[in-house]
DNA sequence: GGCCTTAATTGATCTGGGTCATCGCGCCGG
DNA sequence: CCGGCGCGATGACCCAGATCAATTAAGGCC
């Protein structure tokens, strides 16, 4: 979508609009809706807050509820019986929780940081895609990205060294910064354990690799949560093989 | 869709028809168009077939066509520069090629065995899609299925051990025996290598975990390419830890 | 059947990343 | 300002699975 037409129906929602202050209203599957069919699908649920370390859905728990992440980061997380942990990915603003439409959810969704989300019931939900084909579209094209998303992380998990899957972390979370990280500071919002878990490693090979990228002036540590690129051509090097 | 619908179904479709001898025609995405439909949609495109070791799309190839396996078998995988590979998934009769609806693949499709395929112009798949609301919704169904397959493989490529991977592979391959594998005897359609490369493993270790089982009468070899599970709740228990 | 090719198995050894242990630092509360 | 706590960093050692090296077995083809 070019910059006009969002100005234009950003402009289309007039000032009562419950979306109104929404930093993700075209980012996210409500992108494709216009101001009326998008009051009433806000309307249909409320907005509900996380804060860091709660449980939005619990795997294996019944998918009665779906959420559109309009700020904030969550994880989807899975745990082996004896408490091994893999973190199948994250949701930053203007992703969709509930996208694969099975009956349960198959993974544990948390806050990673403070997070607000649009919540609603699956029965009201698919109802309204009936009505709204091309909100079906939006949701097929976001499971689409997700599932390209995941089996590049499988290639990552499956047949990439510690630096190389650390490398390519980085380089996503880059991917990730839009405007928050201007002066190319790049934000890691979560913790050791969380990078950790997302990439099949222990902590102390994400720590050990990040140290490694620090002395050989890849990169530039300016806080614990935050990073620069100082060679980004070595690092997306270093991010294949 | 339970036994009495689909026959009716097959029944609605007349004598002449193209599909007449599919045998996947409700379980892939065609399952959901009526005859007229149906005839139309299979009449847009050839029926294509691919010898074992043949590639159908080549990873950055532009997705100018997608494709419904009715037969066979497929592998989805990725190359890094230096020859690392890793199979993402496979693909077996029914299910869809170009699912992620990208301009381009992300990754290489191959035949592991002699493979049918029913071949489609994108353009004009996506044409089709419009006029078929549902065939819409199948796909999404499809993708959603395939993200949630894809995830519970991150976890198993994260978190598992060979021990675990090569149990809960016998499962899977298992549980996509339907009417081939009476008497329990369950084939492994692809080589040792495409096992390895599916689990992030090696072929030397594939080799020894399926020996490990086969020495603790987990399972029983009847065949390099088959077996037959003989403890399936041990095997159960292995394949998570 | 006998030969040749290729895949699979098995054994011996090596190593990347895991494990265990310690240390340090920043933050918060008193 | 100090003490404790939780996260992250670092060091020493270990092991599951990789690597290297034969060996064996299954087709395919005269």
Redesign the pocket.
């Known amino acids: 979508m070019d910059m006009a037409t969002r100005l234009e129906n950003l402009a289309d929602l007039g000032n009562d609009h419950p979306c109104l202050g929404c930093a993700v209203r075209e980012l996210a599957v409500c992108g494709v809706l216009d101001a009326d069919a998008l009051r009433q699908f806000k309307e249909s649920g409320p907005t509900v807050h996380y804060n860091a370390g709660d449980t939005v859905v619990f795997e294996s728990d019944q998918a009665t509820n779906v959420y559109s992440l309009t700020s904030g980061l969550l994880r989807l997380s899975k745990l082996l019986p004896d408490g091994r942990r893999q973190i199948a990915g994250f949701l930053f603003p203007g992703d969709f929780l509930g996208i694969t439409m099975e009956e349960e959810h198959a993974f544990t969704a948390e806050a990673v940081a403070p997070s607000e989300l649009c919540k609603f019931q699956r029965r009201q939900f698919d109802e309204f895609i009936e009505r709204h084909p091309a909100l079906e579209r939006r949701l097929h094209a976001f499971a689409a990205h997700e599932l390209a998303a995941a089996r590049q992380q499988l290639v990552l998990l499956g047949r990439?060294?510690?630096?190389?899957?650390i490398a390519s972390f980085l380089l996503m979370l880059e991917g990730h910064c839009h405007s928050v990280c201007a002066n190319q500071e790049i934000a890691?919002p979560?913790?050791?354990?969380?990078?950790?878990d997302y990439?099949?490693?222990?902590?102390?090979?994400?720590?050990?690799?990040?140290?490694?990228l620090?002395?050989h002036r890849v990169i530039q540590?300016t806080?614990?949560?935050s990073f620069r690129i100082v060679d980004r051509s070595r690092l997306k090097q270093m991010a294949e093989g």
Do not use: P
């Open positions: 990439k060294t510690a630096t190389e899957r890691v979560m913790s050791r354990a969380d990078v950790a990439l099949g490693l222990r902590i102390e090979t994400v720590s050990r690799e990040i140290s490694r620090k002395a540590l806080g614990r949560q």
